[in-house]
């Protein structure tokens, strides 16, 4: 009944720019803070980006700021991504995760989505 739902990844070409949506459903993201993290075969889950529930303070890994922005919708009940100046090392599966506040540690979050793919390859 509580669902997470990613969408919008795909194929994109290196340089490209795709959007991704976290759709919430059976509770209200406006009390939480939302994380996206990827993984990619053989690696480890790593955060990238994360949201307060104010939407007033946002956090990027290294490796994306500057190319990733993170934002949100409330009355939506969305989150999103927009992914700029794609690499082929941000090829990965993207999920988003709900927490009380911004954190990393991707064991911490309460609820996940089930992910969506995100290639980058010419």
Known sequence: QLQLVESGGGLVQPGGSLRLSCAASGFALDYYSIGWFRQAPGKEREGVSCISSSGGSANYAESVQGRFTISR???KNTVY?????????????YYCAVHNFCTAVAGLYDYWGQGTPVTVSS
């Open 73 to 75: 919708d409330n009355a």
């Open 81 to 93: 991504l927009q992914m700029s100046s794609l690499k082929p090392e941000d090829t990965a599966v």
